[in-house]
């Protein structure tokens, strides 16, 4: 064989082994995190493994639409995950346990269902005694009827709550703003010499003195990110995805493992004075907590902290009372 | 006859002559179609980030069409590498001349399939579903590489280029529209040819191999199936081979009468047409028709898609040349003005590519820096934004290359009417028509 022939064959497979070897040695190096809408899979790898205190670097990718990522209980700002970009992301977690990961984006009729678990190993430096949260406590039904049996004519206003409130020497506890729902306190000032507007105008303002402004901005935003695409910007249960969800019907909830008992329902209209005036913060905060039990309704325990889920339910409760501003 | 011959020129002559500038341009050439496949099989599956949709749909097509269809016609084929490997093992060879005895079957075509018809179909089937190959990576990917093992394995049972002349989905499009480019290989004298012995430009030597392209080029008149190779220049004794330079589409100047040809020219003019309308025009309904492939939807756009480039166009072109006083076969005066068609094709879809090139060219900067999705960032560009390109400039490029189109395709018209003595006034009026409609389409 000619040397130019050698010379020629030794190239041409130098450089197929190149085109094809390099590649493929370097995609290997590279783990990326995919995200993808959860009807093609949600997170890829869905479950990642971290150590207390070692700095845990990631890159993620979106296969397919503009995603965010975000870790549930966790002080961080969401990161935009781009089409075809990666992004690196590094945490650190003090704590030992399971944390969720989630998509921050509306990325899709399944949106809510993008999520992961970070497995954080290690021992705890200072461990915490586990709270039980209040509707547990107190032991509520959180799938039972709880409906107001009387819902007031007009909008209740706080602030014509107010000097009424003053004046008739009203209070209302933390504790028994908890775990009683509008009607239930309505329904206790019966004996006063108010009217029943009245008493529903109160009842605005004690709902309003046990939150503050800052509560509702943070649950307004909370609201904004997490819960409107579902139940409306105004919390009619009109949100971008409702009809959508309507449109498909069960076949959408019945995508992913585990969910072939899911239940399609439309998303609860918080402005529905009658379901809204029936329901204490605790049945509120078990019904966030834990989710909607195959409703499409998401749990939420993992991801909100117990702060902001009471943030939350004081904005909730916004739709049904004029506050004072 | 108004020809320049650049082989005159030593340094043309040289560099068509050693086969080591073609060679190193053979291995990059095949290095970056392996590593396109790679991106599209395990690259990002977002295509305007990934290298395989990036490089080959975007870039490839735009110098395709843009640049070396029109100016150089197969000077694509020239560097292809689709058939290299095939080729090389059919030969057993890369540089030396073949083994006396064939390594495999090397059968000849059967003569059904000599013809661009086989072309015509895979160009189709890849136009049906161009809408998710366009887009999606490793449908790109694969089909890159079925091209790549469809060559090695013609060539294996097949004598020659067979997958090039035969079947390739772009050839069979370069080919027809390479008739209208200013670049040509001929022979000198036609004596030299018919008293030559041995013909090794068709039987090959020690010199080098016989015509891939399965073309003897003592009888070239068009540059239809000749893929610029050049292996002719190294294998022909008495030095007859020249590359000129020429005018513009002299080879419309005798038409074609072959019926293949002719609804080449149909299946290109109307899929520019379906795809200005349905990829760039604004209707949402018939892009999701497109987009999902296998559904009843889809089916309709692929019967429309069928009707209208092979019962509508060719149907509304027969009706207008219908003359029943002409004593030249309805058939032959069909192929032979369709002709008039090739220029016109060519610049509807230079008006149409320029509309996406543009719009997607900065995508290229991107994926050159991360070809594989992977957050490389190899030359500090991994992170330039997508922007429009040229804006101002596109409608008038568009409106200069239909209505340029217009004028070259009545000119071949004339041309083309005088062979079978008709008046060439129908087809005029048919390519008005047909660019009215582009430019409704895309203005």
Sequence with gaps: MKHSEFISRFLIVAGILLAVGAPLFLWARTPLIHARMAEDGGWNPDVIQAEVGKPLHLKITSDDVVHGFAVGQMEMQSVDILPGKVTDITLSFDKPGIYTFFCTRWCGLNHWRMRGTIEVGGSPSDPEPATVPLYVSLDLDLDAPHDAPLIPPTQPSAINGQPLTATNSITLSREDYLTHSPYDVFAELKNTSLTEEQRWDVVAYLWQSNTTSESLTNGKELYAQNCAACHGENGAGDGVFADDLATAGESSMQTMEGAMDMVMQAPVDFTDPRRMLGASPALLQGKILRGGMGTGMPMWGSIFTEDQIWDLIAYIYSFQFEYLR | ?443
């Design chain 2, 1 to 443: 006859m108004n020809r320049i011959e650049l082989t005159r020129i030593p340094f043309i002559k040289n560099a068509l002559n050693s086969r080591y500038p073609q060679l190193a341009v053979f291995i990059v050439m095949l290095v970056g179609y392996i590593f396109a496949i790679l991106a599209g099989l395990i690259g990002t599956p977002v295509g305007s980030h990934n290298f395989s949709i990036v490089f080959v749909w975007i870039a490839w097509w735009a110098i395709l069409i843009l640049v070396a269809v029109p100016f150089f016609g197969r000077g694509w084929c020239a560097v292809c590498p689709i058939p290299l490997p095939g080729e090389w093992l059919q030969r057993g060879a890369v540089l030396s001349p073949p083994e006396k005895r064939p390594k495999w079957l090397n059968l000849r075509v059967p003569k059904m399939f000599r013809n661009i018809w086989l072309q015509n179909i895979s160009f189709l089937l890849l136009a049906l579903f161009s809408s998710v190959l366009l887009t999606t990576p490793n449908i790109t990917g694969i089909v890159l590489a079925a091209m790549l093992f469809a060559a090695i394995g013609l060539s294996t049972v097949f004598e020659r280029r067979a997958f090039c002349r035969y079947l390739c989905p772009v050839g069979g499009f370069i080919g027809l529209y390479s008739q209208t480019a200013p670049i040509e290989l001929r022979i000198k004298d036609k004596q030299v040819c018919v008293t030559c012995e041995g013909k090794p430009c068709y039987n090959g030597s020690s010199a080098g191999y016989g015509c891939p392209w399965d073309v003897f080029p003592g009888g070239l008149t068009k540059n239809t199936y000749c893929g610029l190779c050049m292996e002719c220049i190294r294998t022909c004794p008495h030095d007859n081979i020249a590359v000129n330079l020429r005018p513009f589409s002299a080879d419309l100047a005798k038409p074609s009468t072959r019926m293949d040809e002719a609804f080449k020219a149909f299946i290109m003019l109307g899929s520019a047409m379906i795809y200005a309308g349905v990829l760039l025009g604004p209707w949402g309904i018939f892009k999701d028709a497109a987009y999902n492939v296998g559904s009843s939807a889809w089916f309709v756009y692929a019967v429309a898609f069928l009707a209208i480039i092979f019962v509508v166009l060719p149907g509304s072109f027969t009706l207008g040349i219908l003359n029943t006083r002409n004593t030249i076969p309805l058939k032959q005066r069909f192929a032979s003005l369709s002709s008039a068609l090739i220029p016109l094709g060519l610049m509807f879809w230079v008006a149409f590519s320029l509309s996406f090139v543009l719009t997607n060219a900065s995508y290229i900067l991107a994926a050159l820096s991360d070809p594989l999705g992977l957050g490389w960032n190899l030359f500090g560009t991994a992170n330039a934004t997508w922007q429009p390109m040229l804006t101002s400039i596109l409608a008038p490029a568009q409106t200069l290359a239909l209505v340029g189109g217009l004028i070259w395709s009545a000119r071949a018209a004339q041309k083309a009417a005088n062979e079978v003595k008709v008046s060439p006034i129908p087809v005029i009026v048919y390519c008005f028509i047909a660019t009215s409609l582009m430019l409704w389409l895309l203005l």
